[in-house]
């Protein structure tokens, strides 16, 4: 994972060349569909066809040779390939020189206040902030009730969502998620980055991540759904849509669906915090609430935030899953 930018670059359009002319069938593409037809995907020449490039030149960009694409080219790759609009900005990205621009944006420092101020104000909304590398810089007090020992300063959603145990794995909103943060952790991810290294090494372990991963497939964020574990509901989807305030950092708002069993479990959590607050206060000891908010609500800088690899958090979100789940089936 420390070979030079400009060999990460290559390799990786070499792969993702490969990966998305594996993905498509000539039908796709308009090519007549031969049934005696051996190959998966289309061929180089078929992909240089429909580019107007030569094939020899094709097959030097997908074994990295170092061969320099222009924008015209890059174009009609895309064309050729069906790339949609998130797949032509990620072609360019690895194809075009100095695309790196794009990671000269946050590089480390912390999230405007007034970004940090707004999202903590919000008692009836889940939310926090995360980096280009998926770790978690802000989170509000409702965010952390949700995913109480998951949800944390420092904790990175990618390594996370692959901790999940097999159980959590069978819903379908976790397969979706799956795909949605590692197609992120591609289209956001800088290759020169140690943190970015690091978190792709940890889950290239993982065989689902692997798979995913190898798909080559590149998205922004911008909404979904995922499970979480309420004691009175077990595992339920939430939605979360993302809000891009400041270059670099997406902050994500969670909430339940309309008329959705994730509605009436966020709100019996807010309604229960508001009934703690309540009683704490009547007690004499919400001054001391209000102090503890204000311990940690932005990170530690990005140098300093370390990924736990004893298992610390996955056996806290095993022992969450646990409580009330015999079996897949009591899932939603």
């Not at 940890?202 to 909404?223: G, I, K, N, Q, V």
């Amino acid at each position: 994972m420390e070979t030079p930018r400009g060999q990460h670059e290559q390799s990786a359009l070499a792969s993702f060349l490969r990966a998305r002319r594996a993905a498509l069938a000539p039908d796709d593409v308009g090519l007549p569909v031969d049934p005696r037809r051996r190959v998966t995907g289309l061929r180089r020449e078929e992909v240089a066809r429909l580019a107007g490039i030569s094939v020899e030149y094709y097959r030097r960009l997908e074994q990295g040779s170092g061969h320099q694409m222009s924008l015209q080219v890059c174009a009609s790759l895309a064309r050729a390939l069906r790339l949609d609009r998130s797949g032509v900005a990620y072609l360019q990205r690895l194809a075009l020189p100095g695309a790196e621009a794009v990671y000269d944006v946050h590089r480390g420092e912390a999230p405007p206040p007034d970004l940090v101020e707004m999202i903590t104000l919000w008692d009836h909304t889940a939310a926090y902030i995360i980096d280009r590398n998926q770790d978690v810089l802000v989170l509000n007090d409702l965010m952390r009730a949700v995913a109480p020992g998951y949800m944390e300063i420092g904790n990175n959603l990618g390594l996370m969502q692959f901790e999940a145990p097999p159980e959590v794995r069978a819903l379908p909103s976790w397969v979706e998620g799956a795909r949605t943060t590692v197609s992120r952790l591609r289209y956001y991810g800088n290759p020169s980055d140690p943190r970015w290294q690091e978190i792709i090494a940890l889950l290239l372990d993982d065989e689902d991540f692997a798979d995913l991963w190898h798909r080559h497939e590149a998205h922004p964020m911008t909404s979904g759904r995922a499970p979480n574990f309420f004691p009175d509901h077990g595992w339920v989807d939430l939605r979360w849509q993302v809000l891009e305030a400041h270059p670099g950092l997406y902050t994500l708002v969670c909430y339940g669906a309309p008329g959705s069993l994730g509605e009436r479990a966020l709100a019996e959590l807010r309604a229960g915090r508001g009934a703690s607050r309540s009683a704490d206060n009547g007690e004499g000891r919400g001054a001391d609430r209000d102090t503890d908010r204000s311990d940690g609500l932005v990170g530690p800088p990005r140098d300093n935030v370390t990924t736990p690899t004893d298992g610390s958090r996955l056996a806290r979100y095993r022992a969450g899953y646990s409580q009330g789940h015999d079996s897949p089936a009591q899932h939603p």
